[in-house]
């Protein structure tokens, strides 16, 4: 009877990771923003530790409040405030704090996003989270408090190694296109390229070089931010060569057809989509499937307009 019982039961489990993956599958053969981003958050819910749960989340949450998506997006940041104070402050945990960060900055909460931002003592996720804080307080017009968190992320920044230092750079260019500085714009995200380049990453120089290209062109450089997502293409067809960054290639796809969609290069946008979308049942990470799967609705969401 135990063993016709846990026969039972071992079917059932197949039967529903079958209804599970043919959700997935009928979302990505013809995806929408809706199928796109509800598979992200229910990967995000997979994620097994409460960190890696938040910081999937957090990441949906950014995708929707930047495609509109306030209802939704508020949902789920009252469930990322539940489970982030119980998080142990290690530092893969603060690096998920940095994306809550974010995610509370994009939804115009400037002063839980500041009180989780000093929280974080990891060098590169506070630079991440003041640059991310910055570029909000930009948007909402706290030009004093987003120059503070400039200055903050900068200082972290040097003393960084390059491939991270270039991250956060980066971002601090998105910043300053935010703030209207074109001039300090340019020659941040210049800054961030050469550090990356400096370096034997790809992942993190697709990431800089793509992150660049949405601060030049949010500062008016079309060409040069052209030229950035050119590099950052060419940079993802070598990585495509190499047998040991096959595991980043979603990374990296994601980052350019962010970029691509943010600076309105809609058709290329569209066709790096469908790359990513064929590598995304791939990924065994629910961590990074879910973040995959959020950047891939923003896509969606952006050139779909």
């Known amino acids: 009877m135990r063993k016709a019982v846990w026969i039972g039961v071992f079917a059932l489990s197949l039967g529903l990771s079958a209804c599970f993956h043919s959700e997935l599958d009928a979302c990505l053969s013809e995806p929408t923003y809706d199928c796109l981003i509800d598979e992200a958050v229910k990967a995000a819910n997979d994620a097994g530790s409460k960190d890696l749960r938040t910081g999937a989340l957090a990441y949906a949450v950014r995708v ?20 982030v104070d ?12 940095a994306l809550v960060v974010r995610a509370n900055a994009m939804m115009d909460e400037l ?5 989780y931002a000093a929280r974080i003592k990891d060098r590169y996720s506070a630079g991440l989270a003041h640059a991310w804080l910055a570029d909000n307080q930009f948007r909402l017009g706290d030009q004093t408090g987003a120059r503070q968190s400039v200055d903050r992320a900068l200082l972290l920044a040097s003393n960084m190694e390059a491939g991270t230092r270039s991250a956060v750079l980066s971002r601090i260019a998105v910043a300053e296109a935010t703030a209207g500085d074109r001039r300090r714009a340019l020659g941040t995200a210049a800054v961030a390229k050469e550090a990356a380049m400096s370096q034997g990453s790809l992942v993190r120089r697709v990431a800089a070089l793509a992150t660049g290209a949405e601060a030049l062109a949010g500062a008016g450089y079309r060409r040069e931010s052209l030229d950035y997502l050119q590099a950052a293409s060419d940079t993802l067809e070598a990585m495509q060569r190499e047998p040991g960054e096959s595991r980043y290639i979603g990374n990296a796809l994601s980052f350019i057809a962010v970029a691509q969609a943010e ?17 995304i049942p791939e990924e065994r990470s629910p961590l990074r499937r879910s973040m995959l799967l959020a950047a891939a609705a923003l896509v969606q969401a952006r050139t779909a307009q």
């Open 86 to 97: 119980s998080i142990p402050a290690s530092d893969p945990s603060q690096r998920m704090l």
């Open 64 to 83: 929707m409040a930047a495609t509109g998506d306030r209802e939704a997006a508020g949902t789920q940041l009252a469930a990322i405030t539940e489970l």
């Open 111 to 115: 002063d839980r996003a500041t009180t």
């Open 263 to 279: 600076t309105g290069e809609t058709a290329a946008a569209r066709l790096t989509l469908g790359e990513l979308v064929e590598v």
